[in-house]
Antibody, heavy 122, light 111 residues
């Protein structure tokens, strides 16, 4: 089955760190650009970060730049998001998302995980 | 403040048609045919409904259609069904420093 399964969310104090993981299965993970998108409780979707298929090109939203780091291990079919210096406003469900293939032709997200909840307490 | 503007809510009766608008700028919707739409039921992950303005992924009902005029994209759902009740988000590529933007979401109520 083609799927993305996130893990690693939880309750952390402000200023703390968390590492999210996303296990991919059912498709050739190494071909795809991958993203993290978050959704604060009761709010809309917000793009957080992306990484190219090789892991050599990354991008971040201004709100997380310098605090979050995206990475991937293609041998393990796993995407990561290292989150440091967490703030209350980072509280959200974090979705692991696959971009259409090939990336150069496809600017949309065609597969979403079920998400993992990150809660930052102040 | 979301980068793309959507109405907070729309409603319709079963069998009717509704349209959800998504207004951007010349840096996103107006200049690129990379608008996509996502459906999200409560407690569930979003699901791709329309990509590249008007294309439907395999498995999505042909009751869903997309279009664009100028800086505004639209999602039309015809023959409304109760299972269409959900939140809908538009998204676009943008040439600004953040390559992806979403709309604030529209809650569709099927009365």
């Amino acid at each position: 089955e083609v799927q993305l399964v996130e893990s690693g969310g939880g309750l952390v104090q402000s200023g703390g760190s968390l590492r999210l993981s996303c296990a991919a299965s059912g498709f050739t993970f190494s071909r795809y650009w991958m993203h993290w998108v978050r959704q604060a409780p009761g709010k809309g979707l917000v793009w957080v970060s992306h990484i190219n298929s090789e892991g050599s090109n990354t991008g971040y939203a201004d709100s997380v730049k310098g605090r979050f780091t995206i990475s991937r291990d293609n041998a393990k079919n796993t995407l990561y998001l290292q989150m440091n210096s967490l703030r209350a406003e980072d509280t959200a469900v974090y979705y692991c998302v696959r971009r259409g293939f090939p990336a150069a032709l496809h600017w949309y997200f065609d597969l979403w995980g079920r998400g993992t909840l990150v809660t930052i307490s102040s | 403040q979301s980068a793309l503007t959507q109405p907070a809510s729309v409603s319709g009766s079963p069998g009717q048609s509704i349209t959800i608008s998504c207004t951007g700028t010349s840096s996103d919707v107006g200049s690129y045919d990379y608008v996509s739409w996502y459906q999200q039921h409560p407690g569930r992950a979003p699901e791709l409904m329309i990509y590249d303005v008007r294309n439907r992924p395999s498995g999505v009902s042909n009751r869903f259609s997309g279009s664009k005029s100028g800086n505004t994209a639209s999602l039309t759902i015809s023959g409304l069904q109760t299972e269409d009740e959900a939140d809908y988000y538009c998204s676009s590529y943008t040439s600004t420093n953040t390559p992806w933007v979403f709309g604030g979401g529209t809650k569709l109520t099927v009365l």
